[in-house]
């Protein structure tokens, strides 16, 4: 606890980490007196240490460096037509991120192995920031791994391997062993076997994977300690069977952890896991489980202190200590069937607080999913997954059988997993730091209650009080907001109402995809739907939109509407009143019927109010000639303030509006066709005298969006710009009056 104290205190510079080491040394005071000195010794230490590897984690890079004399240092990844891996260059990382062009070359570079040194030409850019509320961050992330730069080659050559440390070799071993199975198993069942022997997930399917963790099943791929337990454990026992003794068996295996460890990943949960094993092996008759959890801790933060904010860490590391601390309790149920339950509800409930900041729900089939599918895959799949292999290569003419069976078992089990992972998802949103806390401290007295039962009701309670404060705590929170999403070249905004009363989505952008060559085509493209506004409304805890205003049938307005009916309730499409809908468009609204959503057709003059907010519809009117003019134009009074949102509406559709609406103040304009110069013209801005414009534009779009001409219409009449090209996602909090804008670039 003090060496996890002091690296959070160093690193993240919180008050709330150094206040709670206070706290944590007068305890130690209080009631562990005798460890008091050993404690701060190691914070001193951790402190002193994280210190330290903080300071010396820079770049010595201008960013203006063309050529490069690399080394490769980790698998390379091939995903369709590009390529990622990490090389070395003058003793600092890169992330190099590289577009194929021809499959020829993909088949040069998939021949690369680690060791490999290469000469290449190319660009050297930061790592990009968030740019929406909860995005990842993936400047962090590679920060952790002591990674500043993304470098993206134009060219390689004169690459050559030699000089090779035996950590590359055992790496190539990997890469080989992972080659072989992708060679000679079925897909879906190799990938699951390099998931359980290597360690590595990346050839599972993005569908499956994603079902996995939903429901909390994750674990099951990953090589943790029951893994470690099992495979050890079942060595040690041939070795005896064997004929060797048990001294010369646990030396074999003590040497011959660590070079698995490598094999299989190095993740957190493997070293956690080796460490603890190798402990056992060395004193198991003087060493307490919960001492070699604490020497495993403290020998992955003295390797990296960053390995800290590695999830897998957290999460290994909390799920571990949770089972050793209630293990009597878990002993103490009467049936085999009981302890699953019991061992799969204690993990759960660990990691809920880590699970909801990360995933923003929970499923309520994860415990009894878990009761299932632990024995299933520690007793039968990953046996034979190791038997599979090892037949394979030794005795190939009896594998076929064994891989029917094991590639039967897996099917049979996703399509299972993939056919509950959206059943009883509890969606709650992230957690802010003061609920955090009391996730944390309820947790622990549900814990505690399982050996006091005088006070276990109220103890239990407190975590079921927990849960329904989180559930509710949105429908009274006082403030509304409007979200300029950054959703590239497309639009979308999020309208949450004072108290929850309402929420309604305006447009979802959309992502365009063009029939590629099947080389090209990778196992998951980047959607704007499924990556960045759903996870937005997970993690704003969002299960029932009322209204989806669809306001054309452009696909960077609705393309990606889909994703968002298949992730949360939507009580109501709107659609504008046309003569005739594209394709798009009749797709959304069938989808919409078959989800049971109502679809309202609005057009200019409709009108409703939810408390003190007000909505007119101000277009279309039936009678536009084109698409973009025939949008619909959202007028909403709202927190103090005129809110204009106008789609695609062109300069046409303003003259009519203008016409028909003789006065219309507006405070907070979202600018019409993303900035174009057909949009916003200079009668229609004197017209609706805007203080605040918003523009939602894609990065280096190739339409030029927004046009400077519009921009210097807005600065001459002194309107304030925000715009997502620049700044990323616009949230505009408000209750009575505007309170706060916030951009997420700098």
Not at 124 to 132: A, G
Not at 517 to 542: C, H, I, N, T, Y
Not at 627 to 647: E, H, K, Q
């Amino acid at each position: 606890m003090a060496a996890i104290l002091a690296v959070l205190s160093m690193l993240t510079k919180s008050t709330v980490c150094f206040v709670l080491s206070f706290v944590y040394s007068f305890f130690l005071l209080w009631r562990k007196r005798a460890l008091f000195f050993a404690c701060v010794c190691c914070y001193l230490f951790f402190s002193l240490w994280s210190k330290w590897v903080d300071a010396h984690n820079v770049t010595k890079l201008s960013g203006n460096e063309t050529t490069f004399f690399v080394r490769f240092i980790a698998p390379i990844y091939i995903d369709g037509d590009r390529v990622k891996t990490v090389v070395q260059w003058q003793n600092e990382r890169l992330q190099l991120i590289y577009r194929l062009r021809t499959e020829e070359e993909k088949r040069q570079w998939d021949e690369l192995q680690i060791g490999t040194t290469c000469s290449l030409q190319g660009m050297l850019e930061r790592p990009s920031l968030p740019t929406n509320p909860y995005a990842f961050n993936y400047r962090r992330y590679l920060f952790h791994q002591r990674i500043h730069w993304i470098v993206r080659p134009t060219s390689l050559e004169r690459c050559m391997r030699a000089n090779i440390t035996w950590m590359e070799r055992l790496q190539t071993i990997r890469q080989d062993g992972i080659r072989y199975i992708q060679n000679h198993f079925p897909h879906d069942a190799g990938a699951f076997m390099q998931a359980l022997i290597y360690g590595e997930r990346s050839d599972i399917e993005p569908t499956v994977l994603a079902s996995y963790q939903k429901l909390g099943l994750i674990h099951l791929l990953a090589i943790s300690g029951l893994h470690m337990t099992l495979l050890v454990g079942g060595c040690f026992y041939l070795f005896i069977r064997l004929g060797i003794t048990r001294e010369r068996a646990t030396m074999i295996l003590l040497g011959c952890i660590p070079l698995y460890v490598i094999l299989a990943g190095a993740a957190p949960s493997v070293m956690r896991a080796a460490i603890m094993t190798s402990c056992f092996f060395l004193a198991s008759s003087r060493l307490r489980t919960i001492d070699s959890l604490s020497i495993a801790c403290l020998v992955l933060l003295a390797k990296d202190p960053y390995t800290m904010f590695h999830l897998g860490f957290q999460l290994s590391f909390l799920v571990c200590f949770a089972l050793i601390i209630c293990s009597s309790f878990i002993q103490n149920q009467r049936s085999v069937i009981r302890q699953l339950f019991a061992t799969s509800f204690i993990a759960q409930m660990s990691t809920l607080p880590l699970l909801l900041y990360h995933f923003y729900e929970v499923s309520l089939l994860s415990i009894p999913l878990n009761v299932i599918f632990v024995p299933l895959y520690s007793f039968i799949i990953l046996p034979l997954s190791f038997v599979a292999l090892f037949v394979h290569i030794c005795i190939p003419f009896l594998s076929p059988l064994i891989i029917y069976g094991l590639a039967a078992v897996i099917a049979h089990s996703n399509e299972l997993v993939t056919s509950l992972s959206d059943t009883l998802m509890l969606t709650l949103g992230r957690p802010p730091a003061l609920l955090i806390v009391a996730y944390v401290l309820s947790i622990c007295l549900l814990f505690l209650s399982f050996e006091q039962q005088k006070r276990a009701h109220l103890f239990r309670f407190s975590f079921i009080f927990v849960i329904i404060i989180h559930f509710i705590s949105p429908f009274f929170r006082p403030s509304g907001e409007v979200v300029m999403l950054d959703v590239g070249q497309g639009d979308s905004i999020y309208i949450e109402l004072p108290y929850r009363n309402a929420i309604y989505i305006i447009d979802t952008g959309g992502t365009m995809s063009f029939a590629d060559e099947l080389w090209k085509k990778r196992k998951q493209s980047f959607r704007v739907g499924e990556d960045v506004l759903v996870p937005f409304l997970k993690a704003k805890g969002v299960r029932t939109i009322d209204a989806l205003i669809a306001t054309h049938g452009d696909f960077d307005h609705i393309g990606d509407a889909g994703d968002v009916f298949e992730a949360v309730r939507v009580r109501k499409l709107m659609v504008g009143m046309q003569q005739q809908r594209n394709d798009l468009e009749q797709t959304l609204i069938e989808q919409a019927s078959k989800k049971g959503a109502r679809v309202q057709i609005v057009k200019s003059g409709d009108r409703w109010a939810v408390g003190k907010a007000q909505f007119y519809i101000l277009s279309p009117f039936g009678n536009e000639e084109t698409t973009n003019d025939g949008s619909i134009v959202l007028y909403a009074w709202m927190g103090g303030a005129y809110w204009l949102f106008t789609g695609d509406l062109e300069e046409k559709g303003e003259q009519q509006i203008m016409r028909t609406y003789p006065s219309l103040p507006v405070d907070i304009l979202k600018v019409g066709h993303h900035g174009s110069k057909t949009s916003t013209s200079e009668s229609f801005l004197r017209h609706i005298r805007p203080k605040v414009a918003l523009i939602s534009a894609g990065r280096r779009n190739r339409y030029g969006h927004p046009h400077r001409e519009v921009i210097e219409r807005l600065r001459h009449d002194h309107v304030r710009i925000f715009r997502t090209d620049e700044h990323g996602a616009v949230v505009i909090r408000f209750h009575k009056r505007i309170s706060t804008i916030q951009t997420f670039l700098p």
